[in-house]
């Protein structure tokens, strides 16, 4: 795990079997010209530019001695490619002046738009594509549960009546909650393309102010919250009351994180449940086989299924869908056999009149035996946190013309077969399968089971990463891996947590029995939460009215609520396994959570721009001083590149602060350094690095390196690399001056006056000539005719060789005295947690004998 407290960001996570290194040594001479005829074939033929500037006098340099690589940021695949084609690779710094000029902002602060994380939309091939994948990792839990409905809803041979009546509840409550409920409306509700009940709290927060957030997240998140008269008066109340009330803000915040726990719990325990079950099946052929040997086979069946988590939800989806679609064609065809076959009247279930039949002639019974058929649609939650990894029409498109209809015929085949068999319900599945179909049909079943984990493993993925932005968990590796399906990830550590938790279920129960009695209560509380959920985003975000919002909600939370309810009656019986470790994580999410806020408050303080810290004293020359609040001290100028790492990329790092404060110091040259991750695969090269100068300090950069998840940070040289891109922006700056004022001079773009008035105002005191030439006559480089920009690139290049600081944070919490118990215990929690997460300054590899850790301290 990683501490984002330190100054310095973390790099994203790609593939590690995609990594390319790059080794440098450092180089002993001084920074280059940029006209070096060589250079520009090297980086065309390596795809990478060098990042040093070697400074030429009259002479070129030859190939032969061509410095090592400094590194950047670079998807590994395109660098394996430019590699293989070097006639059609790029460099990642092979930009003209036009192309990176909308990012030379002036205070730094306008880098952020352009990859804020977008719903992908496929079609075509790629949405079938995605369809068969899905098959294979969503309806894995659904698709295996008629192997059970019934032996756990009848206690003895059924009635044909009872038979039809149950039927009747299990086609209906499939096609209310599943078909109706998740597939036509919740899945509406994502955000961004992200699905499951914490994305609608996610999405809540953009539409209302509900929640605070992370300094570093406010300035990519983007708010959607409506105009208040475009609202419709009952929900402008509504959200009014939301936005005004504390104790809403507490709910929704538990509904969102518990939901998550809830999920993260069946994903410890649907694992052991499937696995163990499919192991246990061996039963038919072999009755003898010991308990000692189930336990062992599932454990180490458990093993490898979280053993190949690593390949990609990709390639797992397309090498289990084969199986979960034979699994379901099974099913599909066994029904339409026993139809057939015997009892065609069945289908009379179809009526919703044998559904409420069932209640009123059953009553208190009917209610307990819902506990038995809510198992037909357990996996439903998974299905909508999974939305992220696939997208909304394929999961539509799986279930409506697949998935849906192999369900409905098995349930239906076997009921027709217990109508003629009735004492066949023990194990529907297997005694309803057709002649010479059995040996079969149980080595389909048996991996269908194995395989039907991976929708909540896959569910878990989504989830972390989702309450990760949030700030309702500590940072752990993500790593995606597609570059076309930007929402399928994979957290290792998660991962191996998940194997340790099934594993220790699968040892401590060591029966699907007892496992199955802590099954559903989860499941139910997490579709309720959903129907609530969704309800307020349709009210919120969708702005739909309230009296066409009510019916569906009524219907939906009811069938929810009754569910619920007859599931309550496990909890004794085991289902306070799944409770007890979804309150655990709760409230870990939730202590996280608190610590967070209470962090961003202590750190507020220090979220102030550069001009409120430092001030040129006109009296003095211009000599830097620090504010009177500071103290109003004159700071020395230290010889020197000075790499101060920044957590948020706007307003003043906190490390600076401290640094000038306590040294009364500043370096000649100093760079305000961040690291940005963006919800996108790459970074287009020429939109990849930002600079910008900070006006209210001479000599002082803001460099921001926006990077994907798919691309690699190779940063054996980051000085070389940060100092080649200051050297480029000043050289851009000066050009785009002279070319400002070279119009003046003709004429040109006239009626951009204010243009022209500010291209005045920057070049009067420059040369006159702007064709100023060299003691041989030879026209100088522009930056060379500026005088701004020559007097600025000595300086940057003379605080490059004289010597190179990366200056980090070491930021400390300290509890304030007289803190009550309560609050004393909770931060102790998260400041041990936080303390015991590795730096994320490692991520870099910085030259250790550069770095100077600047410490405070903070009071929470």
Request: proline share 5%; net charge neutral.
């Given at each position: ?89 790029r460099s990642s710094h092979d930009n003209d002046t036009t192309s990176q000029s909308h990012l ?321 319900y023990t194990n529907p599945f297997f005694n309803a399968a057709p002649p010479g179909t059995l ?359 003379r605080a490059y060789a004289s010597k190179i600081l990366y200056v980090v944070g070491k930021e ?49």
């Amino acid at each position: 795990m990683d501490n984002d407290t330190t100054a310095a960001p973390k790099p994203s996570s790609g593939p590690t079997n995609n990594t390319t290194t790059i080794r440098i040594e450092e180089p002993s001479f001084p920074p280059k010209d940029t006209n070096d005829p060589d250079r520009a074939s090297r980086e065309h033929a390596t795809g990478v530019s060098t990042g040093v500037n070697f400074r030429s006098r009259g002479s070129s340099m030859s190939s032969c001695h061509r410095p090592e690589l400094v590194g950047g940021v670079f998807n590994p695949r395109s660098i394996i490619s430019r590699g293989k084609r070097p006639a059609d690779s790029r460099s990642s710094h092979d930009n003209d002046t036009t192309s990176q000029s909308h990012l030379d902002i002036e205070e730094g602060d306008d880098w952020r738009g352009g990859y804020e994380k977008k719903k992908q939309v496929f079609k075509g091939r790629t949405l079938l594509w995605l369809a068969y994948q899905s098959v294979g990792v969503i309806y894995g839990d659904i698709g295996t549960s008629p192997l059970y409905v019934f032996s756990s809803t009848f206690t003895a041979p059924p009635t044909h009546r009872d038979l039809l009546q149950v039927l009747s509840v299990v086609i209906w409550s499939i096609t209310i909650l599943v078909t109706f409920k998740y597939i036509f409306v919740i899945l509406h509700a994502d955000n961004e393309g992200e699905g499951g009940t914490f994305s609608c709290y996610s999405l809540l927060t953009r539409f209302a102010n509900i929640t605070e957030r992370d300094p570093r997240e406010q300035v990519t998140v983007r708010m959607e919250r409506h105009l208040t008269n475009d609202l419709k008066p009952p929900t402008r109340s509504l959200r009014a009351k939301l936005e005004g009330s504390r104790f809403t803000h507490v709910l929704l915040k538990i509904i969102g994180v518990l939901a998550v726990s809830m999920v993260m719990s069946d994903g410890v325990l649907t694992p052991a449940q499937s696995v163990l079950g499919a192991v246990q099946g061996l039963s038919v052929v072999k009755p003898d086989i010991s308990k000692s040997t189930v336990t062992g086979t599932t454990c180490g069946i458990l093993v490898l299924l979280f053993l190949i988590q690593p390949l990609g939800t990709s390639k797992i989806a397309t090498t289990f869908a084969p199986i979960v679609i034979v699994w379901l064609g099974l099913n599909f065809s066994f029904g339409i056999y026993n139809l057939v076959t015997f009892d065609w009247t069945v289908l009379k279930a179809f009526s919703p009149y044998f559904a409420f039949q069932f209640f009123i002639e059953h009553k208190k019974r009917a209610w307990r035996m819902l506990g038995g058929v809510l198992l037909s649609f357990t996996g439903v939650e998974a299905l909508f946190a999974d939305l992220g990894a696939f997208s909304l029409h394929a999961i539509q498109l799986s279930w409506m013309c697949y998935t849906y209809p192999c369900l409905l015929l098995a349930y239906i085949g076997q009921a027709a077969y217990i109508s003629h068999h009735p004492d066949a319900y023990t194990n529907p599945f297997f005694n309803a399968a057709p002649p010479g179909t059995l040996y079969p049909s149980l080595v389909i079943a048996i991996l269908a089971a194995i395989v039907a984990s991976q929708a909540m493993i896959t569910a878990t993925f989504q989830l972390i990463s989702q309450i990760m932005k949030l700030s309702y968990c500590p940072q752990v590796k993500v790593v995606h891996t597609s570059q076309t399906f930007h929402g399928q990830i994979y957290v290792p550590f998660v991962n191996w947590l998940l194997m340790l938790g099934a594993i220790l279920v699968t040892a401590v129960y060591g029966d699907t029995v007892k496992l199955g009695n802590a099954y559903g209560v989860c499941v139910m509380f997490v579709t309720f939460f959903d129907t609530c959920m969704v309800t307020l985003v349709s009210l919120i975000v969708w702005k739909l009215s309230p009296f066409l919002v009510f019916v569906p909600w009524l219907v939906f939370a009811s069938v929810d609520g009754l569910y619920l309810s007859a599931a309550l009656i496990k909890v004794p019986e085991g289902a306070w396994f799944t409770l007890t470790l979804s309150g655990i994580l709760t409230s870990l999410f939730l202590l996280w959570r608190f610590g967070k806020e209470n962090q961003w408050r202590a750190e507020a303080e220090d979220r102030f721009k550069p001009s409120h810290l430092i001030v040129k004293d006109k009296n003095e020359g211009g000599r830097l001083r620090l504010q009177p609040v500071w103290g109003g001290d004159p700071l020395s100028s230290l010889r020197g590149f000075g790499i101060f790492f920044d957590k948020t990329g706007v307003m003043t790092p906190a490390v600076f602060t401290h640094y000038v404060t306590k040294f009364v110091a500043i370096p000649e040259v100093a760079v305000f350094f961040h690291l940005h991750p963006v919800e996108a695969p790459t970074v287009l090269p020429e939109e990849r690095y930002a600079v910008s100068h900070v006006t209210a300090v001479p000599g002082c950069y803001r460099l921001v390196i926006k990077h994907g998840f798919m691309d690699q940070v190779i940063s054996p040289d980051l000085a070389a690399l940060i100092y080649e891109q200051i050297r480029r922006f000043v050289v851009r700056q000066a050009t785009e001056r002279m070319r400002a004022l070279e119009k003046l001079r003709t004429g040109e773009d006239t009626d951009c006056e204010g243009e022209q008035e500010a291209a005045k105002g920057e070049t009067s005191h420059r040369t006159e000539s702007s064709g100023a030439s060299g003691p041989d006559g030879v026209l100088l480089p522009v930056e060379l005719r500026d005088e701004e920009a020559a007097a600025e690139l000595a300086r940057l290049d003379r605080a490059y060789a004289s010597k190179i600081l990366y200056v980090v944070g070491k930021e400390q919490m300290r509890i304030k005295t007289g803190a009550p118990i309560a609050r004393r215990f909770m931060l102790s929690v998260f400041l041990w947690i936080r303390d015991n997460t590795r730096a994320k300054i490692a991520n870099l590899q910085l030259a250790m004998d550069r770095l100077v850790e600047v410490g405070f301290v903070k009071e929470i």
